[in-house]
């Protein structure tokens, strides 16, 4: 190793050696030359945008009702593979606030699979299935994040209602039921099994679940 500044054992390794013994300060001195060196070769480093700042902005001027600034906030969160579910989400949300269902869907469909632990998007998903008439896949969706999670109260409601329009008295029940379990003061679950209870002639049990929906 005599007489040369790299090693055979590390290719990134630069070896540094005094002139005499004990020199030790133009050893120090030969370092310093050498970080110098470096640090005006490497291009200064670029700061990486903060996607939670971006992500938390985009939902700031959606409630503020800014579609547009929200949309360009999320779409710059989407290169962050740790929040692209969550983005977009929130891009399938402002499309569906824009009225575009199609695009609203398909971008529901992709949060789904960016994340198949995004229940909200799964939840939205079925949502916007339903409206346009896509019962059975809406309906398959709120029971897939029931699966995941039984207390997402949203989506029991969800269902319960949905098997209430289509008439599965029994079905629709133990669902609200089930979900009154979780969250007993749910308004849409209780107002939905108060017209259940209707429907079924227990009238004085209908009555209660609407006192306890608008108390």
Known sequence: LRGRA???WSSSAQLFRQTRPG???GVLEQVSAALTSLTRQQPPRQRKPDSSKRYALGVSLFEQGDLDKAEQQFRL?????NRQSEALNALATIADQRGMPEQSVRLYRQAVSADSQNLIARFNLANTLRRQGNLAEAEQL?????EQDSSFSPAGAGLGNL????GRMEEAR???EQTLLHQPDYPDALCDLAILLQQQG????AEANLRKAVS
């Open 77 to 81: 969160v989407l290169g962050d593979n």
């Open 6 to 8: 790299d090693s055979p």
């Open 142 to 146: 709120y029971g897939q994040v029931l």
């Open 23 to 25: 020199d030790w300060g």
């Open 174 to 176: 133990c669902c609200l």
């Open 163 to 166: 098997l209430l329009s289509l």
């Open 202 to 205: 227990e009238v004085a049990a």
